[in-house]
């Protein structure tokens, strides 16, 4: 028999999603604070390997897992090295330093990496998650899977938005254990480059990303959506207006492309993954002159994605390519570019 | 009065007559015998540690029938053999000691129905009904929890087929790690012995399976979808669960033409395949409600037969 427990924290609580029924056949698998699931794990396997003897950690992060890591590593006590590169939201950068956590803004990406190998030449006892490479960021997401198939059984979708692509395709691999149909759908955001798109930069935080993390296995993923910033608002603020749900913008890219998929397929069962509250937002996905004088804003949402054929089909608006599981050079990108 | 010895010291009081009536009561336990396991890995138990556990799959068709006859004397003589019931033998002492009567002896007797060679002869059932005959001989009830205690301490590592309801084991601490308050669904199962010359591990020496961190994690995914299938009583689902700890498995006791098996199952639209971790039979599992059973069932033997296993039993799990 099960009862209900009293949580010893909240990132205990945190660590298994609540589900929704958004539609007949779309269930959205909301989080807390999804990226404390592998802050969490990281930092506990690591105990157990004894690599985290020293109590000291760096990391590189824009901003969510780096923000997991200083929750987590302030209830542990651990001393904790945060490189931001240049352009993180101020007030996470603020959150980040009232748990305690060390954080020094860096010019870019590529300089906090560079710092972090130099640091770590010289300690080899400094941590470091390394969550775009380490494989136990997807590992991470098996209780999720557990959940998922405990609360419905069946699944015959999961669609969700992708950064380093730890949730999406962890939580893909351990439900297709049991089931390799599961239809894997990612979302990503326009100018990412995870998909094969050129980078563009001023994306929102959260979804997307500049560099490409090894987490992701593109080999899992059955078709890609595409969502601008102004789209992504636009469904988050619409997934508030229909479900009463105040979700982060990665959540609102999810719902409109899963929307979508559940009613084009009526008879398929999908999961959507809402990873975040939109609270921890700088600018709120209300403040409707702000976003206006940023060009974020849209009154209307397009009620079917553009259909392209390649990833580097131009596209300046929601699309959708069927990735087929390919890799990611079997489209043979860097040929297209030089054309 | 001439007294000789070895012999007992004459009655002449009903009340101690009646006494000794209720003493030597013959105690009787059964046992059903069980298939190996539904799922069998590494789970977070109550308090997030991570701990062995299994999921017993029975089999109805066989049992084992423990009979103890207490004697005033302190030894302890078993049938067929003790040698070769040695387990068997240390749980009727320890069962002893748990009710109190420690130092007490009897005869103990092992009756088994199963058919030799076929690789269900299990220790546990042996220790579970000799656990049951002893409380019985004493009118003792003992709870499920109890005698999994008992059958633990008496063979370091024990199944699940003390309890009624399915449950997640943890087979050597001898704790129930989640009960699902309900029985197995209904499931039609096909089984054969893969290794007519297994002669069962000895949990003793056998190391266990010694899990990575991303196969441990790979268990969650399946208990999952265990708890929903004994909820939903849906065969479908628990089959799936089998299927893929048989294969997760595999690399610990190998079962001979497991590729073979697993596409058999596929191909006759079997619900999965379920193995013995610690042990040599293999069963396809069937949906009970499946209008194509008997047809489904009856290309299983024709093609297990093909495959090399000539002897299948037929045996059914749960109520309908």
């Known amino acids: 028999m099960v009862t209900r427990v009293v949580h010893n924290s909240p990132i205990e609580a945190s660590l298994l999603p609540t589900f929704i029924r958004l539609a007949k056949n779309l269930v959205a698998a909301t989080f807390g604070f999804m990226k404390l699931i592998p802050a969490t794990f990281i930092l506990e396997q690591a105990e157990k390997d004894e690599r985290l003897k020293a109590g000291k950690i760096i990391e590189t992060t824009s901003g969510p897992f780096g923000l997991a890591l200083a929750i987590v590593a302030a209830q542990r006590n651990y001393s904790l090295t945060l490189l931001c590169p240049k352009g993180v939201d101020p007030a996470i950068l603020e959150q980040m330093a009232n748990l305690g956590a060390k954080v020094e803004v860096l010019l870019d990406q590529q300089e906090c990496i560079d710092q972090i190998q130099a640091r770590r030449s010289k300690d080899r006892e400094l941590f470091w998650p390394s969550q775009y490479h380490n494989p136990q960021n997807s590992g991470s997401y098996a209780g999720v899977a557990e959940a998922i198939l405990e609360a419905m059984g069946n699944v015959d979708c999961l669609i969700g938005a992708v950064g380093s692509g730890g949730s999406l395709c962890g939580t893909g691999k351990y439900l297709r254990l049991v089931g390799q149909d599961l239809r894997v759908v990612a979302v990503d955001a326009m100018g990412s480059v995870l998909f094969g798109k050129s980078s563009v930069p001023g994306r929102l935080p959260g979804m997307g990303n500049g560099v490409m993390p090894t987490t992701l296995e593109h080999r899992m993923v059955d078709e890609v959506h595409w969502v601008t910033s102004s789209e992504a608002l636009c469904a988050a603020r619409r997934l508030h207006k229909f479900h009463g749900m105040c979700m982060g913008t990665s959540s609102g890219a999810a719902f409109l492309a899963s929307s979508w998929w559940a009613s084009k397929n009526p008879d398929k069962t999908a999961v959507v993954f809402f990873p975040d509250h939109s609270s921890r937002l700088f600018t709120s996905l209300f403040c409707k002159e702000t976003l206006q004088a940023a060009d974020l804003w849209l009154d209307e949402l397009p009620s079917e994605p553009k259909e392209i054929s390649h990833p580097r089909e131009e596209s300046n608006r929601w699309s959708r390519l069927e990735w087929a599981r390919r890799s990611l050079n079997s489209w043979e990108l860097a040929r297209e570019a030089s054309e | ?320």
């Open chain 2, 1 to 320: 009065m001439e007294r000789h010895p070895g012999t007992a010291p004459p009655i002449n009081d009903e009340a101690q007559i009646e006494e000794m009536l209720i003493e030597t009561v013959l105690g009787v336990g059964t046992c059903e015998a069980h298939h190996g396991e539904l799922l069998q890995g590494m789970f977070y138990n109550n308090n997030g540690d991570i701990t062995r556990g299994l999921v017993t799959l029975p089999c109805p068709i066989f049992h084992t029938t423990a009979k103890f006859l207490p004697t005033p004397q302190p030894e302890l003589h078993v049938l067929p053999s003790k040698i070769a019931k040695r387990k068997a033998a240390r749980a009727a002492e320890l069962t002893l000691e748990f009710t109190q009567r420690q130092g007490s002896g009897g005869l103990l007797f092992l009756g088994n129905d199963s058919p030799e060679g076929w690789g269900l002869g299990s220790s546990t059932t042996d220790v579970v009904s000799t656990i049951r005959a002893v409380a019985d001989a004493f009118s003792i009830s003992l709870s499920s929890d109890e005698v999994a205690r008992i059958a633990v301490k008496a063979e370091v590592a024990s199944d699940s087929i003390m309890y009624a309801d399915a449950v997640l084991f943890a087979q050597r601490e001898g704790y129930v790690i989640e009960s699902y308050d309900r029985e197995l669904p209904p499931m039609e199962i096909v089984g054969f012995n893969t290794d007519p010359t297994f002669a069962g591990i000895d949990t003793l020496l056998h190391p266990p399976a010694n899990y990575s961190w991303d196969e441990i994690e790979a268990f969650r995914p399946l208990r999952g979808l265990l708890k929903r299938g004994i909820f939903d009583q849906d065969p479908n689902l628990i089959g799936k669960v089998a299927t893929e700890s048989a294969r997760l498995n595999q690399k610990f006791l190998p079962k001979p033409r497991f590729a073979d098996i697993l596409q058999l199952g596929e191909e006759i639209g079997a619900v999965g395949v379920q193995v013995a971790h610690s042990g040599s039979v293999v069963g396809i599992i069937f949906d009970p409600v499946d209008n194509q059973l008997t047809r489904k069932m009856a290309k299983a033997v024709a093609a297990l037969r093909q495959l090399g296993f000539p002897a299948c039993h037929r045996f059914r799990v749960g109520a309908i």
